[in-house]
């Protein structure tokens, strides 16, 4: 169903997101048993710096809806580029969106994606809700596979197209949880997995934010020619500390969503 507001979109992704991770259901359903409001500090979306589905592109349904551009980062290690958007109602959770950057791989990793974004409808990227479309082309397990050679990122959009990759829990808006590490160890002892990569704890106050989110749940996805069972979302949570003129700070640190980035990993 094609939606075309602003909280329809929201809803949508959202609905289409917890369905693929039921994990982060598990999690959103035990905290609000404990009385938790549950508000989203902000929406991941994974993309490529192809001209047809650049983070621009992504985010013009976000901006169409009064979003506007705050920030970006850069990822060297895992060669990506990314942006986020923050929304005047502070109530609605910020969009970050992050893209691979083509160019620096190698031309077998361009000549799958290539060959993928050719196979998207012509203007469906300019549709109102493709940032929840799913995927949009063809791929086997062997490009799967493929891919995951040079970059987890991009093999996880090849199988997962254009939905969340993950939401944020906004730790501040909790009431029995003021301190991310006590709720990190609350879920775990609740059968929850964390990322440990750096540390369960990404950032700190000095930073001005900290990051922690569970591991994906694997589950099993179609491709072309079969089945596999790979990564897909997880949930993440996040503190945020105010700055020196005493505002609470709205942006990312590059190097703690590195980690973060790594919740999709296979190896981890």
């Known amino acids: 169903m094609t939606v075309k507001t602003l909280p329809a979109l929201l809803d949508k992704m959202w609905k289409d997101y917890v ?3 039921p994990l982060a259901l598990k999690v959103y359903d035990l905290l609000s048993s404990q009385g938790e409001s549950l508000l989203n500090d ?16 992504i985010a013009r349904p976000f901006i169409e809806s009064g979003y506007k551009y705050m920030g970006d980062y850069h990822f060297p290690d895992k060669k990506l580029y990314a942006k986020h958007f923050e929304h005047a109602d502070s109530s609605l959770p910020k969009i970050f969106i992050s893209e691979l950057k083509l160019q620096d791989f190698s031309p077998e990793l361009n000549r799958i994606v290539n060959r993928m974004i050719e196979e998207i409808p012509a203007g469906k990227e300019n549709e109102f809700d493709f940032v929840s479309a799913g995927r949009p082309w063809n791929v086997t397990i062997q490009d799967y596979k493929d891919l995951m050679k040079e970059s987890d990122y991009a093999a996880w959009v090849s199988a997962f197209g254009y939905r969340p990759n993950h939401f944020t829990v906004f730790i501040n808006a909790l009431k029995n949880f003021s301190e991310l590490a006590g709720l990190n160890e609350y879920l775990k002892a609740n059968g929850f997995k964390l990322n440990s990569s750096g540390g369960e704890i990404k950032g700190s106050k000095e930073v001005c934010l900290e990051q922690s989110s569970t591991l994906a749940n694997n589950i099993e996805v179609n491709f ?7 990564p897909a979302c997880y949930y993440e949570f996040a ?9 609470l700070y709205q942006g990312f640190v590059a190097a703690s969503a590195d980690k973060i980035f790594e919740s999709t990993s296979q190896g981890q």
Do not use: S
């Open 19 to 21: 369905e693929i991770n």
């Open 42 to 57: 902000h929406i991941a979306l994974r993309t490529f710096n192809h001209p047809r589905v650049t983070i621009d592109v």
């Open 224 to 230: 072309n020619d079969g089945k596999l069972t790979i």
């Open 239 to 247: 503190k945020r500390y105010p700055m020196k003129d005493g505002k």
